[in-house]
């Protein structure tokens, strides 16, 4: 995998949306991520559109490798410490207290990895009087504020249609992860546990509504797709039955939208002419607006858009393709530019690079190659040069590939004969970055060899 995230593991052991969309997010950015379900049926989340070929478990559960643990049973949970004790993320959303009565609690996993970051997901945190209740977004959503204050006045109060409070936490929770990453890398080098509730994200993008509440009492009621700060604001239907959707929010948005539509003498009525004034007398601005749009269809409107650079755009369904049209535009540029800019570039023929089994430094094994032996080239070269016959690289030996420098006993195996680095060997050091040295000194080693034969004529 590459990505800013390239080398951290996570081990999900999440269920549904929060957690599951958490690990996505640092999947997307190059994290091995390794999904943990129940071996009875798996994460619920994958009998969500099973008819259709299970595609929100397809869509949340992309650049994850899964397997089967029963934690309930002490052999499943003896598994998933193994796979925490070299992991660097472990995510959960059950209920509070489960992990602890499965001996899987934040004491015992930071004892045997002193350096997980612990990120527990649940509907109303870890302590407090909620947090053994049931913790879905729905709920969430209701008992946020966020359904009171949404739709119109004369309706009930509404719920998203997509699960917005799950969503909401898992960016949050992302964001706090990497923060408790970089505390560990950079200040403590220890982990900590991560406490991420459903309710308190979507709390925070409410904006100023508590603090309003704390201040003076105050509580603003549903209203619609008008706003409490800024007019106009809404959607309006065009002559032929299309939508569009603005936002004025600027005393120079708001100037350029009633001038564009032919409504520039309202601002000289006192009632329209600043923001406040037109927060007070919402319906009267929408009346006005509506009746203009809806003289005008929807292709008028968009010329309109362009030529007046007003702050609106029309509304799209999926199946207008719209609004996949942009992504793709933006993937599509950005898969063009790097490979006009190569392009540019003189072509150099590819070096082949060893290949090495993976390691920790720890238990290391002996460094290998597979194919044909990257240094060939540069012991043929001073061979060619003196007259002789063309060298040819060495054979493998009948037991296998050849064999180099082992990196924890510090002998050279068979195969080879330059020296290695003595650097290739520090502990710690990625096994990309051990073959990289390796592969360097050997290079100049054989460069050294070259200027030796010259000068000896």
């Known amino acids: 995998m590459s990505g800013a995230l390239a080398g951290l593991r996570v081990i ?9 969309v958490l690990a996505t997010l640092l999947a997307d950015h ?3 991520v390794v999904k943990v379900e129940n071996p009875r049926g798996g994460d619920p989340l994958r009998t969500w559109l099973r008819e259709r070929g299970e595609l929100w478990w397809k869509v949340y559960a992309r650049g994850k490798r899964s397997i089967t643990l029963n934690l309930a049973h002490p052999r499943g949970q003896a598994l998933l410490r193994r796979l925490i004790s070299d992991a660097d993320v472990l995510i959960e959303n059950f209920v509070p207290g ?11 996993l930071s004892a045997d990895n002193p350096r997980l970051v612990f990120a527990r997901v649940s509907g109303w945190g870890q302590d407090g009087p909620y947090r053994d209740r049931p913790g879905f977004g729905t709920m969430v959503e209701a008992m946020s504020g966020f359904a009171a204050a949404t739709g119109p006045a004369d309706r009930p109060p509404t719920l998203p249609s997509f699960p917005m409070a799950d969503m909401v936490a898992a960016l949050a929770g992302a964001a706090a992860v990497l923060a408790a990453l970089r505390h560990r890398d950079q200040v403590s080098g220890r982990g900590q546990a991560v406490d991420i509730s459903l309710y308190e994200p979507l709390l925070s993008v409410l904006g100023p509504a508590a603090a309003e509440y704390a201040l003076d009492g105050t509580v603003k009621t549903r209203h619609g797709n008008q706003s409490d700060n800024a007019s106009p604001r809404g959607t309006y239907r065009t002559r032929d039955g299309k939508w569009v959707a603005l936002s004025a929010s600027t005393p120079a948005s708001a100037t350029a939208l009633f001038t564009g539509l032919g409504l520039g003498a309202m601002l000289d009525d006192p009632r329209f002419a600043a923001n406040d004034a037109r927060v007070a007398h919402n319906d009267l601005v929408d009346e006005a607006l509506a009746r203009a749009i809806g003289a ?28 996949h049209r942009e992504p793709r535009l933006r993937q599509r540029r950005h898969r063009q530019g790097p490979a006009r800019a190569r392009a540019r570039r003189p072509r150099r023929r590819a070096r082949p690079r060893p290949r090495q089994r993976p390691h920790d430094g720890a238990d290391a094994a002996p460094f290998r190659h597979a194919g044909r032996d990257p240094l060939a080239r540069s012991r043929a070269r001073p061979a060619q040069r003196r007259g002789l016959r063309r060298a040819r690289p060495r054979r493998r030996r009948a037991g296998g590939p050849q064999a180099g420098w082992d990196h924890q006993n510090r002998v050279r195996a068979p195969g080879l004969s330059p020296r290695p680095h003595p650097a290739a060997t520090t502990d710690g050091a990625s096994s990309c970055a051990r073959s990289a040295l390796l592969l360097w000194h050997w ?3 054989g460069r050294r060899s070259r200027r030796r034969s010259t000068r000896g004529r």
């Open 296 to 323: 005008r269809t929807l292709d008028e409107m968009l010329a309109l858009f362009e030529t007046a650079d007003l702050t609106a755009s029309p509304v799209y369904a999926l199946r207008d393709g719209r609004p």
């Open 443 to 445: 290079r100049g080693c």
């Open 98 to 108: 489960t992990f602890e009565r499965w001996g899987l609690g934040w004491n015992v």
């Open 12 to 20: 999900d052991c999440s269920r549904l949306i929060a957690g599951g």
């Open 30 to 32: 190059g994290a091995d």
